[in-house]
């Protein structure tokens, strides 16, 4: 009977496809990297205020976005979330990028700089990743961190980043092997209907980009500016996020410590980024057009400017307690032209970001 060959090949086909699958994501996953290594992809961002043109998005062989160093180069890392990762700029764009073009062009110093860093990244991921680098033989000389935005918004909406011990990642690690007691029940679970789903989702992203397709509506905006006023009038945070944001700096701060730490220890120079937003009692009608329109409904402009110099303060006390360099990011002036949403730097942001940081890294280098 043909019809049962057809089933037999099928099923054959099914099994082996979702075998490779299967096999290709334990052997290309790795905890110690942000990044699967070697991969290029270009972004088309439509719509950003002060991005244009695609954007090329390349990771080394090390997992790092970025060209390697030669063996004579002062290689430089930055660590971070969305705000070092800078998704939708060009590799050429970014402020690790810019600060490595300024140090090379203008101070005649051969740089390289590469970046370590994923959108909601917390303090504690950065510290995994630094430790991961260093155990695998990478050699740097300084690392610059800009991070707290993602674990203080995070902890104030109620989340934490919690960090597994070396007993549940092995047994994370043995229930991840193949076993037929483990196998799927459900066919969403399937690493083919994972690999579909993620395919679909690509396709449609895909679509929505080159029609320039949004989902804001007129409703929804409204109801943002209206968030927007009522976030100028009332307290910014509630009793539980009060004292969510205290446990969030405290680990902040016991996380910028350890990574400190393991820097010192192996001999690494650390320069600590203050974060701030684009946010301002001040701002234009412009600006607060802008800010509306990309921002998450729960994160209201007052409220999120709040939590960040909350951040950018204990950084800055951290610094001074350790006694090591740090850049507050809040003396930018003209910050309403820095961003695309309420933290993310446009090209503009990024260059001014690079520039400052260019010219600190001499200045810590001629004090030395």
């Known amino acids: 009977m043909k019809w049962k060959k057809y089933c037999m090949l099928f099923f054959l086909i099914f099994v082996g496809t979702e075998a490779i699958l299967y096999i290709h994501s334990i052997i290309t996953f790795s905890g110690n990297m942000v990044h699967l290594p070697n991969t290029k992809s270009v972004r088309i961002p439509q719509g950003f205020f002060g991005i244009e043109g695609k954007s090329k998005y390349t990771i080394n062989s090390i997992g790092l976005r970025g060209k390697l ?98 007993a549940q990642k092995r047994k994370a690690f043995k229930e991840g092997v193949f076993r037929w007691k483990y196998y799927p029940k459900k066919f969403s679970e399937l690493m083919i209907a994972q690999y579909a789903k ?59 410590r350890l990574f400190v730490r393991i820097c010192r220890k192996n001999n690494i120079k650390v320069i600590l980024l203050a ?45 001074n307690d350790l006694n090591i360099p740090c850049v507050d990011l809040n003396d930018i002036e003209n910050r309403e032209k820095l961003y695309y949403d309420q933290i993310h730097f446009n090209e503009y942001g990024a260059t001014q970001v690079g520039r400052i940081l260019a010219e600190y890294l001499v200045k810590v280098e001629n004090d030395n």
């Open 198 to 256: 993620k395919q679909s989702k690509t396709i449609t992203n895909n679509i929505k980009t080159l029609f320039a397709i949004k989902k804001r509506t007129s409703k929804s905006l409204t109801k943002k500016q209206k968030t927007y006023q009522l976030a100028k009038k009332v307290d910014f945070v509630s009793v539980q996020q009060k004292e969510n944001l205290v446990k969030a700096l405290r680990s902040l701060q016991k996380e910028i």
């Open 275 to 319: 974060p701030t937003t684009m946010y301002s009692p001040q701002m234009s009608e412009a600006a607060q057009k802008l800010y509306v329109t990309w921002s998450k409904p729960d994160l209201t402009p007052r409220f999120f400017h709040e939590i960040i110099r909350l951040c950018a303060q204990k950084i800055m006390t951290i610094a």
């Open 69 to 166: 160093p030669s063996k004579k180069q002062r290689f430089i890392i930055a660590f971070g979330n969305s705000t070092t990762q800078c998704s939708y700029l060009d590799d050429t764009e970014t402020w690790a990028s810019v600060a490595e073009k300024i140090l090379k062009e203008k101070h005649k110093q051969d740089t390289a700089f590469n970046i370590c860093a994923r959108g909601g990244l917390a303090a504690a991921h950065n510290v995994e990743h630094l430790k991961a680098l260093i155990n695998q033989g990478v050699k740097f000389d300084t690392a610059v961190l800009l991070t707290g935005i993602s674990e203080l918004n995070s902890w104030a909406n109620g989340y934490q980043f919690k960090q597994l011990s070396k």
